[in-house]
């Protein structure tokens, strides 16, 4: 949605205050641990942009509650993996050879969002370091969340995921976006029986040489997450919201882990 389109649509500027009030009466308060997924566009005039929607949630969290991002690079990915859009295969070993190496200071997260990306640059925001799956955080728990992030199965229990899960009372919270960008469903299917198991190489330096190391994760597909979703929502009751315009959703991380497993498995 462009700007103007934004404006047009919305009675009322979308300040800092006015988005605070808006995740309040949504059910955000002082000292809740979120991880956010977020879609700008699809929200009213917000005054400020990216920025105030951070600041909104960091004033309404404080630093006793945690914010979380995903900050994710696929494209640092194996080419050969490519789909949107395929590169040409004899293109694919110049690119794993030549593809700038992940650096959790400097490299931008890729098809994240302006908010995430936003947040991701701040200086008090903390990232991990896994070359394709990092997360940034700020609050009480970022340091601990971010920390140790395992290359092998990046999404699993070991990473920003699966520390939130340990929370317990980790809420997501999907801010003009809808379950196929839930993040989080990655942690279910890590813990999913059915779902097996694959390779993947990562560059990195060593001595001097870039080198590519194994790994081992899930078969990690997006394609069924609204599905999830959907069954999830229709046992568990209706998170549907709107935040500043933006159609949203906000619920317990663990119920929706715990759920989506089992329908995994099913």
């Not at 404006?7 to 308060?29: C, M, W, Y």
């Not at 490519?82 to 050879?97: A, D, K, L, T, Y």
């Not at 999404?155 to 801010?175: C, R, T």
């Not at 046992?235 to 933006?246: H, R, V």
């Amino acid at each position: 949605m462009s700007e103007k389109a934004s404006v047009h649509r919305s009675s009322v500027p979308f300040t800092v205050d006015r988005l605070i009030k808006e995740f309040q009466n949504a059910g955000i308060k002082k000292g809740d641990t979120i991880i956010f997924h977020a879609s700008l566009s699809q929200a009213g005039w917000v005054c400020g942009g990216a920025i105030a929607v951070i600041d909104a949630l960091q004033e309404l969290l404080t630093r006793e509650g945690t914010l979380v991002m995903p900050a994710q690079t696929g494209g640092l990915s194996d080419p050969k993996f490519w789909e949107n859009p395929p590169v040409p295969e004899e293109w694919w070993e110049e690119i794993r050879q030549n593809m700038p190496l992940f650096d959790k200071d400097r490299t931008p997260s890729s098809g994240m969002g302006v908010i995430a990306e936003s947040f991701r640059a701040l200086k008090d925001v903390v990232r991990s370091d896994h070359p394709y799956y990092s997360f940034t955080a700020w609050g009480k728990h970022a340091h601990w969340i971010v920390k140790n992030h395992s290359l092998s199965h990046g999404f699993g229990d070991e990473s920003p995921l699966g520390k939130l899960y340990q929370l317990e009372n980790a809420k997501i919270v999907l801010f003009g976006v809808d379950h196929d960008k839930n993040t989080s469903l990655h942690l279910a299917e890590e813990h999913a029986i059915k779902i097996p198991v694959k390779t993947g190489t990562a560059a990195k330096m060593k001595a001097g040489k870039r080198i590519f190391e194994s790994y081992e994760e899930k078969a990690y597909d997006s394609d069924q997450f609204l599905k999830v979703g959907e069954a999830f929502e229709k046992t568990q009751g209706n998170f549907e919201k709107q935040i500043a315009l933006a159609p949203s959703k906000i619920f317990e991380m663990n119920a929706l882990i715990d759920f989506a497993t089992h329908y995994f498995d099913c």
